[in-house]
C-alpha cells in the first residue's frame, strides 16, 4: 500500500472501494455525522405533535461487502492502475 497520500486523494479512494469514495477524507466523513447527529437531535428535543418527521441522512458512499467466505485481498498497484485507465 502507498503510505502517506492524503486521504482525498483518487488513489486512496480506489484501494477504499471505488471512485465514489474520491474526496471523501476524514474531515467530510465526521461533517457528515455531525450533520445526522444534529437532525436526530432536532428529532429528539422538538415539539412536533403526534409524530416526529423523519429527517433524511446526509449521503455517503456505499461501501462494497466482500462475498462470504474470501478473504480480504490485499489492493495491488496493478489493480488500482486498472481503475485509473479505464474509461467512465
Known amino acids: 500500500m502507498v503510505q502517506r497520500l ?4 483518487l488513489t486512496y479512494a480506489l484501494g477504499a472501494g ?3 469514495h474520491f474526496g471523501w477524507g476524514v ?3 465526521m461533517r457528515a455525522d455531525i450533520f445526522d447527529a444534529l437532525n436526530q437531535n ?3 428535543t422538538g415539539n412536533w405533535g403526534k409524530k416526529a418527521p423523519k429527517f ?3 449521503p455517503r458512499p456505499k461501501v462494497k461487502k466482500a462475498a ?3 478473504s480480504k485481498r490485499r489492493i495491488s ?5 486498472k481503475q485509473f485507465s479505464a474509461r467512465r
Not at 498497484?77 to 492502475?81: E, F, G, Q, S
Open 6 to 9: 492524503p486521504d482525498t486523494s
Open 18 to 20: 471505488g471512485r465514489e
Open 27 to 29: 474531515d467530510r466523513h
Open 42 to 44: 432536532t428529532r429528539a
Open 56 to 58: 433524511p441522512e446526509w
Open 68 to 70: 462470504k467466505g474470501k
Open 77 to 81: 498497484v496493478a489493480d488500482i492502475y
